[in-house]
Nanobody
Framework: VQLQASGGGLVQPGGSLRLSCAAS????????VAWFRQAPGKDRSFVAG????????YYSDSVKGRFAISRDNAKNMVFLQMDSLRPEDTAVYYC???????????????????WGQGTLVTVSS
């Protein structure tokens, strides 16, 4: 599976953005998916994740209630809807996918075998 993220940009505080991640490969539907982000000067961290079935979603405490992850297996796409954006959400956002992700490692970078190239989100007035 190969991934390509898009949709980043400059947005004012309180605004919204929708990130997209296009996947190639016929086995994508068997992969769990996630979004991570890396803010300037910080380590990459988990933002949101979803099991291959799409029945359960998981979020970091900092984005819970504001962000929503979704997937369209028919189109090999993953999305991250980001609402009520804050300056502290400024980061490079990465999509990730992996066939061996389970609940206990869903928030860990090492669980994911495929990564997109990252898309920059800047929240500023």
């Amino acid at each position: 599976v190969q991934l390509q993220a898009s949709g980043g940009g400059l947005v004012q505080p309180g605004g919204s953005l929708r990130l997209s991640c296009a996947a190639s490969g016929r086995t994508f539907r068997n992969h769990a998916v996630a979004w991570f982000r890396q803010a300037p000067g910080k380590d990459r961290s988990f933002v949101a994740g979803m099991h291959r079935s799409g029945s359960n979603t998981y979020y970091s405490d900092s984005v819970k209630g504001r962000f929503a992850i979704s997937r369209d297996n028919a189109k090999n796409m993953v999305f991250l809807q980001m609402d009520s954006l804050r300056p502290e959400d400024t980061a490079v956002y990465y999509c990730a996918a992996g066939p061996s992700v389970i609940l206990s490692n869903l928030r860990s970078e090492t669980a994911y075998s495929a990564w997109g190239q990252g898309t920059l989100v800047t929240v500023s007035s």
